[in-house]
């Protein structure tokens, strides 16, 4: 079977198992208080150019997110504006409503949010009979496989800054988001753009693990005990650490990020030269080809993906994912079967 | 200065006030404990038919919705699927998603939920990485002044019963639903049809004050437990089983739902004659004409309402609410001003 | 039966049922947005001597004390101090950690907290393993019946401000508090000492309905949005408005704590020359003789109040609780019965 | 430096790292619907004797503590019963109460519960103004390193069958509880006498990782959902199971339970040969030898460990914790330093 199912179910990259392996009989203190995180903390704000930045390094996205913002959205009538595909709303069993806020639902065309977007929730949220939206929650790259651009991003920092909201961004992705064809996005951007955005380690490389960088200075205070809170503390935190060290150290986070861009990309071209079309435009290492069923069928025998529901009498579209760890071969293998 | 901006703005019916006053002095039990709650309560069970059916004294729309809901959705997971108009969705800051559940949100042409509406939401969620859709939240009649049929209801009690969801409904204007034109609901129908509901004293002649009917047993032990700790146990409960008594027995709570639907239909009425339109058909007491701006300039210099959210280049739709306090003098007076 | 089980059973002191009687079909707007509870609020801010208060009505003391400090305690990790006899300790169900927050709760004597208790409790909470106490609650006059000196307010005012903590005074029973002998505290101190604070209609003469002031401005902003949230603003909320004029206008308030005490002090007065002893010194509206089983078993035939969970062999505590509405001859007759 | 300051800042036994790496390219279903979670779950239900129990892996012990119970306390009012040295009343910065429940905190003389502690809470709860407990906590090992006896468990277990109390046992250290001196529990007897407990990995040899067993049917319904809603459900799931494969496969688990003890047991006899005493008799891998303070001082520049809130004018307690990558030669290092 040829696995494009996900990018989440190799194991680490050999470098990352490495450090892991290498550091396993050390002792340090633990839950993030260890040489190795406080490294790697250095070593992000470094990258992304924001020395006073908070580092915090989580065991997944979903804690990430519902941490992150249960932190961020101080008052308990506060809520955050999200598309209705953003993970937050469909695929965290309603992690951040189970804290307490609510998320105001976004109906987009592509799982982008603009600005123009946002006004709309907001100048309905008239007086305290109504929550009071105080955040924005976008992921880069999309659930939908998109990006924003860097004058999106600048666009959608202005409208936050206009109306007093936080601007969270869901990193899961980011190193496809930084390298896919179209991007003119750098690490730096992030933290001149956001208030706080995670580095997603889980599909980009690690064995788990998310490194939440905080920005804004107002979000910061007590995060510890906030993470504490929720479980997200891990006992042995250097792991975290070790991991994002390995990762980020060397170029090798972005490497991984292209990697699975290019494979999408050749797939994506192929599949295209067979005649067939995309529900949304293939930018990252999510592509989502819509084919005739009759060829759905065949290939669903020989490959693992998900489908993605849109569907017409004839074809039935389809999300294919490639990782850091898709092989050339494994595409072509594909391509040979459509 | 006539008003018509929404239907709890008086105190409560004199003879609901006579019965307070003259009960003030008594000496009873608190929290609901009293001879008074009791009675109510039987006087309730009798007059809907539901001799086995639980009911509590609340002091609020909101409080009954929320402490209900939370109480229902017994575990942390379960959503309610509500309409985006619905009262829960919008005018609650959050209050639903404070106790931590999720209202899955379905956008409807009137206010009104149907079966489809439903299951289009069921197929959606399909694993542990959505929330579960449990109960349905609808109210009758809804914000947008509407009722729902007998058949409609039954058809969403099917719909229930056919996928393990419960039906909750609102009843803050249940003696309008039942009294206005077209209306073929009686009290019987609601427990039959609903696992538990509110009878609305608030907006229906009361000073303050729902009654909350469960039904189903599984709903139903250890409410007071609920009810204490989101702080809706009042303290000198009798208030709200006096109360109930006045406003049930001896038909006056159908008496003023009828009154509040009958100056509406007066003033619906009078304002079609003159050659205006309502963006929603008037049905209950809650009537939205769509008013030349002009017209709707002069007209807010001597009525107090509200507008409502259509507008077009010329024509500014307007909400008008009725009540039982109103008169009939008040509705030809506002009929003169068009 | 002599009633003497607790101070909530009457209904309202009949100025304040004429108070509502007479503006009962006024038309205001709602939610606390009217003349009678910005006039209430305005009395008040004049009275203790705050004019930059924040004055909000609630219907309960549940309902205050579980939406003041979950809005104050501003953070998730953030928990509150109280005696473990304090009101939000036992008889409120959960209701503070229902809103996600821990109470760390510490045995008193007598039910009122000191500055070493205190302390006590912050040494202990070190780091992020820990939640943050950063509020203490306390009530006056207490469950126990006891008041608290204005120099044990000052001591208390004292420890919060060294160590950062917010102080909020439960004054479900503020009339007596000020009226009792030994009694040194006014209206003024409790603005100055406390960081919040409420006002107790519900016991003190109202129907029902509590005065939430708040003092500090960072605990200002959007309360009207957590208060609505949470269930607690009042649709028809000029009840509450002209019930708090009508307590506070003319002394009304401070003439009933007094009347209650001095109930309670004759009854107290009469126990002691009788020979019986108290488990807690007599000081407010709640006394606490610990009385001769045999005694005890023919009193409860024509007295009702409830027990105190003091017990010896020979011995049963009881309370009893006088009110605005205790009569004299009430009094006389149970002393004759011991 | 000695370190014996935790038992868990070693990271994995060699064998568990060892099958991390071996699986680590493979590519398996995400979020523990993998073949290592499955068999690991079945190799757990085999070991215990429990074949219809469901067996969960979480990341840590907070996590699984705050997921299970919010789970287990199916209602808003439900609470739980701790030791106030328990890790969920201190250690979890108020974790449990972060999800609406309240813990009701028991002192006791060594942290350990009794029927008699648990029943004196139970009376206490009369009615509807108090919360319902309806579970126990505790911990085996306790956080004061000691253990119950097979009839301590067993009477636990009767004392909830006649209370209708649901118990919860932490078995963060259950390697350590089962093989030290005095034990009489196996692995049978957890599902036998519990309702759900988890397995501790991280303290045990794992690099992370907690199995949750849920033995009693009615808690068993949709723990996915809490799992993932709560952040816990670990995308490359298989993580987990691949270490519970190693540790619980081949009786390693107990070894290096059985390791540690014998290494506290050797700290503690020369610690009690050269003539100082214990605040707490030595049982397990946790012991709190009372040491001069002079020593202590010295002590502490050459060994790594935490003090014990014991202090008297001459002595303070320190805590010495062994795990299963303690030599015996450092224990001996550190017995020549005192």
């Given at each position: 079977m040829i696995f494009l199912k996900n990018d989440y179910s190799l194991g680490a990259h050999p470098k990352v198992m490495d450090a892991l392996v290498e550091t396993n009989m050390e002792l340090t203190d633990g839950y993030g208080e260890d040489p190795y995180c406080a490294k790697a903390g250095e070593l992000i704000r470094d990258l992304f150019g924001c020395p006073d930045a908070d580092v915090h390094f989580l065991t997944g996205g979903t804690q990430t997110n519902q941490t992150a913002l249960a932190a961020f959205l101080l008052r308990p009538h506060w809520s955050v504006i999200s598309a209705d595909t953003g993970h937050i709303c469909v695929h965290e069993t309603g992690a951040i409503e189970a804290t307490g806020h609510k998320i105001n639902h976004v109906a987009t065309p592509d799982g982008k949010l603009t600005p123009r977007m946002i006004e709309d929730v907001l100048i309905f949220h008239e007086?305290?009979?109504?929550?009071?939206?105080?955040?924005?929650?976008?992921?880069?790259?999309?659930?939908?496989?998109?990006?924003?651009?860097?004058?999106?991003?600048?666009?959608?920092?202005?409208?936050?800054?206009?109306?007093g909201l936080l601007l969270y961004l869901d990193g899961a992705r980011m190193a496809m988001a930084l390298t896919c064809g179209g991007s003119d996005l750098t690490y730096e951007d992030f933290p001149e753009l956001c208030d706080a955005f995670y580095i997603g380690g889980t599909k980009c490389g690690a064995l788990f693990g998310e490194a939440l960088v905080i920005v804004n200075d107002e979000l910061k205070p007590d995060m510890r005990f906030l993470i504490k809170q929720r479980g997200g503390l891990l006992a042995k935190g250097r792991l975290l650490g070790v991991q994002f060290q390995a990762l980020m150290g060397d170029g090798l986070y972005l490497e991984l990020g292209a990697h699975a861009n290019r494979m999408a990309e050749i797939l994506a071209k192929g599949i295209a030269e067979k005649g067939y079309e995309f529900v949304i435009p293939p930018q990252t290492n999510l592509i989502f080809p819509l084919l005739p069923k009759t060829l759905e069928e065949e290939l669903r025998k020989k490959v693992m993906y998900e489908t993605w529901p849109v569907v017409t009498e004839t074809h039935q579209a389809i999300r294919l994912v490639t990782s850091w760890g898709t092989t050339e071969e494994e595409v072509r293998a594909l391509l040979e079967l459509i």
């Open positions: 007086d305290e009979h109504y929550v009071l939206p105080k955040a924005i929650y976008i992921s880069n790259s999309t659930e939908t496989g998109l990006i924003y651009t860097k004058d999106e991003l600048i666009a959608l920092r202005e409208c936050c800054d206009k109306n």
